[in-house]
């Protein structure tokens, strides 16, 4: 294992889902270290640490990229949380996921508008709001 791309995968991962991240990760340990590992070094260690683009704007394509699946509800969800935690407002999150239905349909962007709401309802009930 490269701890250095074990590493940056973790900082980033940190930055964008806080210790949710660091959950996920734990919960392959006992089915699948080798995934959970990767999970780490591959997104989060190599593409997300790449120059040319901030976390905002990955998150932004990451919360399209969900979107437009149609069928990734709970990394939908985490990634919306981690817009949120590296600077993207809810209205940037809602029209990102808006701008999908121009792509992907109307179905994936209400799916999206819906999984939305549901993050920034559970956010509200902690205190965190935008950014938080």
Same mark, same amino acid.
């Given at each position: 294992m490269d701890d250095t791309r074990y590493e940056r995968g973790l900082r980033n991962l940190g930055k964008i889902d806080g210790e949710a991240g660091k959950r996920v990760v734990e919960s392959l340990r006992g089915i699948a270290p080798d995934f959970a590992r990767l999970l780490v070094e591959f997104p989060f260690g190599d593409v997300y640490d790449r120059p040319?683009?901030?976390?905002?704007?990955?998150e932004i394509a990451t919360v399209a990229a969900l979107?437009?699946?149609?069928n990734a509800r709970p990394q939908l969800a985490v990634h919306i949380h %981690? $817009?949120?935690?590296?600077?993207?407002?809810?209205?940037?999150v809602v029209?990102?996921?808006?701008q999908m239905a121009v792509y992907a349909g109307f179905p994936a962007a209400l799916n999206g508008l819906s999984a939305a709401e549901d993050v920034f309802t559970e956010r509200e009930a902690e205190?965190?709001?935008? %950014? $938080?």
């Open positions: 040319g683009l901030d976390l905002k704007s990955r979107t437009a699946l149609g %981690g $817009a949120l935690n590296v600077g993207c407002s809810r209205e940037e029209e990102t996921i808006m205190g965190r709001g935008e %950014g $938080a």
